[in-house]
């Protein structure tokens, strides 16, 4: 008897491991839009503020997942484990923002990326295409 619980224990053991390893999935990665700018600060209040709208971005980028063209032109790919951790518009303002930060600021223009604060200016911004390719690249 003890003898067929040891063989029943084992047994579960190794069909617990067979189970908990067929239901590993592959890891989903999560990424964000990086302007590759340091923050800045001003020294005294600009002179003028520029505010941007919410970006603009199509349908067929519109979605969790990163989409890449496969053949260059028309055959769009899907990534379901290659995420964007914020919508791509939210992203591509506060990108676009942090760009013009750094070229603005120095000649007293101040930049508004979000929130409702109107500017003096207002920048609206449609992004038309945004290409990504299987080793990493964005166009």
Partial sequence: M????RHTTV?????TLLLTACGRSAPTHFYLLDSGQPPLTADSLPAASLSIAPVSVPDYLDRNGLVRRSDGQTRLEV????????PLGQGA???????????????????????DRQGDMELAVA????????????R
């Fill in 11 to 15: 047994f579960l053991a190794l069909l």
């Fill in 93 to 115: 303002r506060r990108v676009l923002g942090e760009v013009l930060a750094a070229r603005l600021l120095p000649r007293g223009i101040d930049v508004i990326a979000a929130g």
């Fill in 2 to 5: 003890n003898h067929l619980l």
């Fill in 79 to 86: 990534s379901e484990l290659d995420i964007w951790a914020e």
């Fill in 127 to 138: 992004l038309e295409r945004l290409d990504g390719d299987t080793p990493g690249t964005a």
